[in-house]
Protein backbone atom coordinates (compact mmCIF):
# COMPACT_ATOMS: atom_id res chain seq x y z
CA UNK A 1 0.00 0.00 0.00
CA UNK A 2 2.44 2.13 0.65
CA UNK A 3 4.63 1.27 -1.82
CA UNK A 4 1.54 2.43 -4.27
CA UNK A 5 0.79 5.32 -2.69
CA UNK A 6 4.95 6.60 -3.31
CA UNK A 7 4.04 5.32 -6.81
CA UNK A 8 1.10 7.90 -7.14
CA UNK A 9 3.31 10.92 -5.48
CA UNK A 10 5.94 10.57 -7.79
CA UNK A 11 3.32 10.57 -10.66
CA UNK A 12 1.95 13.44 -9.75
CA UNK A 13 5.16 15.43 -8.78
CA UNK A 14 6.67 13.98 -12.60
CA UNK A 15 3.54 15.93 -14.14
CA UNK A 16 3.54 18.87 -12.44
CA UNK A 17 7.25 19.58 -13.42
CA UNK A 18 6.46 17.96 -17.52
CA UNK A 19 3.35 21.10 -17.58
CA UNK A 20 5.30 24.05 -15.69
CA UNK A 21 7.88 23.20 -18.28
CA UNK A 22 5.57 23.32 -20.69
CA UNK A 23 3.89 26.64 -19.25
CA UNK A 24 7.51 28.19 -19.28
CA UNK A 25 8.42 27.55 -22.92
CA UNK A 26 4.89 28.86 -24.02
CA UNK A 27 5.46 31.58 -22.08
CA UNK A 28 9.20 32.29 -23.68
CA UNK A 29 7.80 31.82 -27.30
CA UNK A 30 5.44 34.50 -26.64
CA UNK A 31 7.58 36.85 -25.19
CA UNK A 32 10.14 36.13 -28.34
CA UNK A 33 6.98 37.16 -30.51
CA UNK A 34 6.47 40.11 -29.04
CA UNK A 35 10.12 41.18 -28.93
CA UNK A 36 10.19 40.67 -33.08
CA UNK A 37 7.21 43.06 -33.35
CA UNK A 38 9.02 45.59 -31.43
CA UNK A 39 9.63 48.66 -33.99
CA UNK A 40 13.79 48.75 -34.56
CA UNK A 41 15.67 51.15 -32.55
CA UNK A 42 16.71 54.22 -35.46
CA UNK A 43 19.99 55.44 -34.16
CA UNK A 44 21.19 57.79 -36.56
CA UNK A 45 23.24 60.86 -36.13
CA UNK A 46 22.39 63.99 -38.43
CA UNK A 47 24.92 66.38 -37.12
CA UNK A 48 26.62 67.00 -40.58
CA UNK A 49 22.97 67.65 -41.71
CA UNK A 50 22.46 70.15 -38.87
CA UNK A 51 25.46 71.65 -39.59
CA UNK A 52 25.32 71.88 -43.39
CA UNK A 53 21.47 73.54 -43.00
CA UNK A 54 22.49 76.10 -40.95
CA UNK A 55 25.12 77.20 -43.18
CA UNK A 56 22.79 76.95 -45.96
CA UNK A 57 19.94 79.03 -44.09
CA UNK A 58 22.88 81.98 -43.75
CA UNK A 59 24.06 81.66 -47.04
CA UNK A 60 20.98 81.60 -48.47
CA UNK A 61 18.87 84.58 -46.07
CA UNK A 62 16.68 81.84 -45.20
CA UNK A 63 15.09 81.46 -41.72
CA UNK A 64 17.42 80.44 -39.15
CA UNK A 65 15.05 79.82 -36.61
CA UNK A 66 13.78 76.15 -37.22
CA UNK A 67 14.28 73.99 -39.94
CA UNK A 68 12.81 70.29 -41.78
CA UNK A 69 14.48 67.38 -42.39
CA UNK A 70 12.50 64.73 -43.65
CA UNK A 71 14.32 61.21 -43.84
CA UNK A 72 12.82 58.93 -46.29
CA UNK A 73 15.55 56.22 -45.69
CA UNK A 74 13.48 55.20 -42.38
CA UNK A 75 10.94 53.20 -42.40
CA UNK A 76 7.62 54.99 -43.18
CA UNK A 77 5.35 53.29 -40.28
CA UNK A 78 7.68 55.29 -37.94
CA UNK A 79 8.17 59.14 -37.84
CA UNK A 80 10.51 60.67 -39.60
CA UNK A 81 9.82 64.65 -40.26
CA UNK A 82 11.80 66.40 -37.84
CA UNK A 83 11.50 70.05 -36.65
CA UNK A 84 15.21 71.46 -35.94
CA UNK A 85 15.89 73.87 -33.65
CA UNK A 86 18.83 75.70 -34.38
CA UNK A 87 19.16 77.88 -30.96
CA UNK A 88 18.39 75.19 -29.02
CA UNK A 89 20.68 72.65 -31.00
CA UNK A 90 17.85 69.78 -30.97
CA UNK A 91 14.78 68.13 -32.51
CA UNK A 92 11.82 70.18 -31.24
CA UNK A 93 8.70 68.35 -32.57
CA UNK A 94 8.70 64.44 -34.99
CA UNK A 95 5.61 63.65 -37.10
CA UNK A 96 4.83 60.88 -39.27
CA UNK A 97 4.88 61.60 -43.09
CA UNK A 98 3.98 59.53 -46.61
CA UNK A 99 6.27 59.75 -49.31
CA UNK A 100 5.56 59.07 -53.30
CA UNK A 101 4.17 55.61 -54.45
CA UNK A 102 6.15 55.78 -57.38
CA UNK A 103 4.53 52.63 -60.05
CA UNK A 104 2.92 51.21 -56.89
CA UNK A 105 -1.18 51.81 -56.10
CA UNK A 106 -1.66 54.78 -54.72
CA UNK A 107 -2.93 54.71 -50.99
CA UNK A 108 -0.67 51.47 -50.33
CA UNK A 109 2.43 51.04 -48.16
CA UNK A 110 4.13 49.10 -50.97
CA UNK A 111 7.52 50.78 -50.10
CA UNK A 112 7.52 51.20 -46.90
CA UNK A 113 10.90 50.22 -46.40
CA UNK A 114 12.47 51.46 -49.67
CA UNK A 115 10.97 54.92 -51.04
CA UNK A 116 11.26 55.53 -54.25
CA UNK A 117 13.06 58.86 -55.74
CA UNK A 118 12.97 60.70 -58.63
CA UNK A 119 12.25 63.64 -60.14
CA UNK A 120 10.43 62.98 -63.12
CA UNK A 121 6.97 64.42 -64.24
CA UNK A 122 4.21 61.90 -63.59
CA UNK A 123 6.77 59.64 -61.40
CA UNK A 124 4.51 59.87 -58.49
CA UNK A 125 7.87 59.83 -56.66
CA UNK A 126 9.24 62.16 -53.66
CA UNK A 127 12.57 63.73 -54.83
CA UNK A 128 15.55 64.84 -52.39
CA UNK A 129 17.09 68.01 -51.88
CA UNK A 130 16.93 70.95 -50.01
CA UNK A 131 13.53 73.02 -50.56
CA UNK A 132 12.36 76.98 -49.64
CA UNK A 133 8.80 77.07 -48.12
CA UNK A 134 7.15 79.65 -49.70
CA UNK A 135 3.54 80.61 -49.96
CA UNK A 136 0.70 79.01 -47.92
CA UNK A 137 -2.74 77.78 -50.13
CA UNK A 138 -5.51 76.49 -50.04
CA UNK A 139 -5.72 72.49 -50.98
CA UNK A 140 -7.80 69.98 -51.43
CA UNK A 141 -6.29 67.55 -48.61
CA UNK A 142 -6.81 67.39 -45.07
CA UNK A 143 -7.78 71.06 -43.69
CA UNK A 144 -7.52 72.85 -46.64
CA UNK A 145 -3.77 74.40 -45.64
CA UNK A 146 -0.79 73.38 -48.28
CA UNK A 147 2.54 75.16 -48.22
CA UNK A 148 4.65 75.51 -51.68
CA UNK A 149 7.36 74.19 -52.06
CA UNK A 150 10.74 75.21 -54.22
CA UNK A 151 13.49 72.81 -54.96
CA UNK A 152 16.57 74.26 -54.84
CA UNK A 153 18.68 71.50 -56.42
CA UNK A 154 18.86 70.10 -59.43
CA UNK A 155 17.35 66.73 -57.79
CA UNK A 156 14.21 68.59 -57.10
CA UNK A 157 14.02 71.52 -59.94
CA UNK A 158 10.68 70.30 -61.02
CA UNK A 159 8.75 70.60 -57.70
CA UNK A 160 6.58 73.59 -58.63
CA UNK A 161 5.87 72.39 -61.76
CA UNK A 162 4.97 68.83 -60.57
CA UNK A 163 2.82 70.70 -57.94
CA UNK A 164 5.02 69.31 -55.34
CA UNK A 165 3.44 70.64 -51.78
CA UNK A 166 3.33 70.55 -47.91
CA UNK A 167 -0.18 69.31 -47.14
CA UNK A 168 -2.12 66.81 -44.85
CA UNK A 169 -4.12 63.70 -45.74
CA UNK A 170 -6.52 61.86 -43.60
CA UNK A 171 -4.80 58.84 -44.42
CA UNK A 172 -1.91 59.55 -42.58
CA UNK A 173 -2.20 58.46 -39.04
CA UNK A 174 -1.00 60.69 -35.77
CA UNK A 175 1.41 57.90 -34.15
CA UNK A 176 3.73 55.17 -35.49
CA UNK A 177 2.19 52.19 -37.04
CA UNK A 178 5.13 50.19 -37.24
CA UNK A 179 5.27 46.88 -38.69
CA UNK A 180 2.55 48.85 -41.21
CA UNK A 181 3.48 51.41 -43.35
CA UNK A 182 1.55 54.89 -43.92
CA UNK A 183 -0.18 55.45 -47.40
CA UNK A 184 1.66 56.32 -50.26
CA UNK A 185 0.46 59.62 -52.38
CA UNK A 186 2.17 61.03 -55.54
CA UNK A 187 5.27 62.91 -54.51
CA UNK A 188 3.94 65.05 -51.90
CA UNK A 189 5.51 65.24 -48.54
CA UNK A 190 2.24 64.76 -46.86
CA UNK A 191 1.26 65.01 -42.54
CA UNK A 192 -1.58 64.09 -40.55
CA UNK A 193 -4.70 66.32 -39.96
CA UNK A 194 -3.34 67.28 -36.33
CA UNK A 195 -0.20 67.30 -37.58
CA UNK A 196 -0.65 69.95 -40.08
CA UNK A 197 -2.41 72.47 -37.68
CA UNK A 198 1.19 72.20 -35.66
CA UNK A 199 2.61 72.89 -38.64
CA UNK A 200 0.71 75.23 -39.91
CA UNK A 201 1.27 77.45 -36.36
CA UNK A 202 4.82 77.58 -37.15
CA UNK A 203 4.94 78.54 -40.66
CA UNK A 204 2.75 81.53 -40.02
CA UNK A 205 5.52 82.78 -37.87
CA UNK A 206 8.29 81.40 -39.46
CA UNK A 207 8.86 82.43 -43.25
CA UNK A 208 11.03 81.07 -46.14
CA UNK A 209 11.79 78.06 -43.67
CA UNK A 210 13.88 75.22 -45.20
CA UNK A 211 12.88 71.82 -45.99
CA UNK A 212 15.08 69.01 -46.79
CA UNK A 213 14.52 65.90 -47.31
CA UNK A 214 17.18 63.04 -47.84
CA UNK A 215 17.23 59.33 -47.64
CA UNK A 216 19.99 58.09 -45.36
Same mark, same amino acid.
Given at each position: ?19 N ?12 E ?7 R??I ?36 F ?7 K ?14 N ?32 G #? $????? &????? @??? =?? %?????? +? ?6 H ?22 ? #? $????? &????? @??? =?N %?????? +????
Amino acid at each position: MKKMFFIICLFLVFSCTKENKVTAISENKHKNEIVSEEKPRVEINYDNYYKEARQFCKNNNLNQNKFILIDLGIHSGLKRFFIYDFKDKKISKSYMVSHGCGANEWGRTSSKTDASISNEFDSHCSSLGKYVILDRG #V $SQWGI &KVNYV @LKG =KE %KSNSNA +ISRAIVLHSWEAIPDNEVFPEGTPEGWGCPA #V $SNESM &KEIDE @LLK =KN %KKVLMW +IIKS
